[in-house]
């Protein structure tokens, strides 16, 4: 006779990342497993004692794995309220186990949404159904479910077992919030990325946002403030990589949002400079050293403290001059390691370097907060053709430089 585990858990994950040994510990804590598909068998190959979930239910997964956990089996397991006796007496009239742990995440939908190749086929096969009915189900009975979509939430969990038998309600409100969370941004990015490839005019807009760092402040210092990450395939300047310096504030931030937009309209070697979001300096040259010298000359007192941006690599030589005054930030496509060992002298700048891909112009759209409120447009990618340039000013002269540049057609906005 098979005696049965005093509580049980349902495990159907995508991310894999530490699901063997979190189902070790549940193991060990007399916890039977529940799993499906390729979470099956992984725990079955790394021999951890699993039950199939068509054993559970009493029905094959069917429609290519399209419907497996859509079953009262399963969403009574979960959805019982144990301190509820209508509840328990139906449960026991069906033959309904409760489920006390839902370890879920979700079809990988954003990986495939990356692949600008995907077909539609491909990004509709990777919509998960049966997951979010899992984890919106365990979140909502969280006084009975833990539910755990984060892998990196599996440690503080098994630690509260372990130390009392139980997780708390204030950790099962946590890890609900975190589940209705992840919900929400997976439907987001679904819709966003489904209008977009279909080209359907906007109507209600969900822009799904993960949060990437608190900030140490707001724009004054009793303000709090936040770094979200829009979920979206394309790279941007926040996936900046930190090669350096303290902490970007809420302020640098903007300024450097600001630089970052103005530099990327050059295709020529060019520099900006901003304090304040407003451009005290922009320059192009033959080098990205000239555009430097150009821009600083521009207004050398407003640039101290301010946000550089070049569109060229930053030499040995650039971080000499570079180095001559105070900065906030540098940003820019790559440093050398000369230049490396230069700018790091300076404890608290700031060195970002931007990916490649990040570098394009992106036909994004722009949002400003109001109360109440946000006004959206396009970002203006519009340019203006030297054919259509007229000199207002007295003097007439054009440099040979911009010369060649508009007879090459290389420059065709400032």
């Not at 990777?126 to 979010?132: A, H, Q, R, T």
């Not at 403290?305 to 790559?334: C, H, R, S, Y």
């Not at 002269?397 to 906005?413: E, T």
Request: aromatic fraction near 8%; charge should be negative; charged fraction near 25%.
């Amino acid at each position: 006779m098979t005696v049965q585990k005093a509580k049980r858990a349902l495990i159907s994950v995508s991310d894999k990342n530490g699901v063997v040994e979190f189902a070790k510990e549940l193991i060990h804590l007399d916890f039977e497993i529940i799993s499906t598909g390729g979470t099956y068998k992984t725990l079955k190959e790394s021999g951890i004692g699993v039950t199939y979930i068509s054993e559970v239910t009493g029905f094959p997964e069917i429609l290519d794995g399209r419907v497996k956990t859509l079953h009262p089996m399963i969403h009574g397991g979960i959805l019982g309220c144990r301190d509820n006796l209508d509840h328990k007496s139906e449960m026991t009239q069906e033959g309904i186990r409760p489920i006390d742990l839902v370890a879920v995440n979700l079809y990988p939908f954003q990986k495939v949404a990356a692949n600008e190749n995907s077909s539609w086929e491909e990004l509709i096969e990777n919509i998960d159904i049966g997951g979010p009915a899992m984890i919106r189900s365990a979140a909502k009975n969280h006084n009975d479910v833990i539910i755990a979509v984060d892998p990196a939430d599996y440690p503080l969990i098994i630690s509260q077992l372990k130390d009392s038998a139980e997780v708390s309600l204030q950790m099962r409100i946590k890890l609900a919030i975190k589940a209705y969370t992840h919900t929400a941004e997976y439907d987001s990015f679904i819709q966003e990325t489904l209008r977009k490839r279909s080209n359907q005019e906007e109507q209600i807009s969900f822009v799904p946002c993960i949060e990437k760092s608190v900030l140490r402040y707001g724009e004054n210092p009793g303000q709090t403030a936040t770094l979200y990450k829009k979920m979206t395939s394309q790279k941007s300047l926040v996936d900046a990589e930190q090669l350096h310096g303290k902490e970007l504030s809420y302020n640098n931030w903007l300024d450097t949002d600001s630089a970052f937009r103005l530099i990327q309209e050059f295709e020529v070697p060019a520099a900006v400079i901003i304090k304040h979001t407003n451009p005290c300096g922009v320059a192009i040259g033959l080098t990205v050293y000239e555009a430097f010298q150009k821009a600083y000359e521009a207004d050398s007192v407003s640039a101290f403290g301010g946000i550089l941006a070049v569109n060229q690599t930053v030499d040995k030589d650039l971080a000499t001059e570079i180095n001559k005054t105070f900065w906030e930030v540098v940003v820019a496509p790559e440093f050398s390691e000369e230049a490396l060992q230069i700018l790091k002298e300076k404890k608290n700048l700031r060195l970002l370097k931007v990916t490649e891909e990040a570098w394009k112009m992106q036909a994004e759209k722009e949002w400003k907060s109001i109360q109440g409120g946000w006004l959206v447009q396009d970002r203006d990618l519009q340019e203006a053709p030297a054919s259509t340039w007229k000199v207002v000013s007295k003097a007439r002269r054009i440099h040979p430089y911009f010369q060649i540049m508009i007879l090459r057609g290389k420059w065709s906005s400032m």
